[in-house]
């Protein structure tokens, strides 16, 4: 079997899920690996990275780590590194923006769900900038109910049906889902220019 059907990336990001939620295993709590701004800022870096996947219960890691593999799944880019880049700038994005609130000083973050928001609006985009009508019409109204739900979470601070959870979702911090979808149609936006550029550049030369 060659390497590149090994789907090395997939690999690493289920091994990330893995090691940020062994604490489920033992029943404690994830706060070592969750991100608290303070923690954080007194050197402990690797919560930028482990916050987003580490979850607070079974429940809440089935529903976030489903609906992001699904998502990176996916999606139509091919490249690996710019599928990675995908989820880092999703991450960052949802992680940046919460901390232009207050919850997340007094809850902390942690869970995929603003990176998956984010994994969705980059679907929808590939959707928008496809030749084909019918996808260019899915991934609008994809997008804009997306958006649409994110504006009102924002607004009212409670998260779509999170009384649905019974808890079990810890305090959703809404904002990370509006970071998320920020985050990721900024770097789908680079990506696509840059394609664009990178098109017309050569079409010069073939004149």
């Not at 810890?170 to 998320?180: L, S």
Request: charge should be positive.
């Amino acid at each position: 079997m060659r390497i590149k059907n090994l789907h090395l990336d997939l690999i690493l990001l289920i091994a990330l899920l893995v090691l940020c939620n062994l604490h489920l295993f033992s029943g404690v709590s994830p706060a070592t690996v969750t991100f608290l701004p303070a923690a954080a800022a007194d050197g402990e870096w690797w919560r930028i990275v482990t916050h987003a996947f580490a979850h607070v219960s079974w429940y809440h890691l089935l529903i976030d780590a489903s609906a992001f593999v699904l998502l990176y799944t996916c999606l139509r880019e091919k490249t690996i590194w710019k599928k990675l880049a995908y989820v880092a700038a999703c991450i960052a994005g949802s992680l940046l923006f919460s901390l232009l609130f207050k919850p997340i000083y007094s809850y902390g973050l942690c869970g995929l769900s603003g990176a998956a928001h984010g994994l969705l609006a980059v679907v929808a985009c590939e959707l928008i900038v496809s030749k084909f009508r019918t996808d260019k019409t899915i991934g609008l109204i994809c997008l804009g109910i997306l958006i649409s739900k994110t504006l009102i979470e924002l607004f009212t601070g409670n998260a779509f049906f999170s009384s649905l959870h019974f808890g079990n979702i810890g305090t959703p911090i809404v904002e990370c889902h509006t970071g998320g979808i920020i985050g990721g149609i900024t770097l789908f936006i680079i990506f696509h220019l840059s394609q664009i550029k990178k098109a017309a550049i050569q079409s010069s030369t073939k004149m």
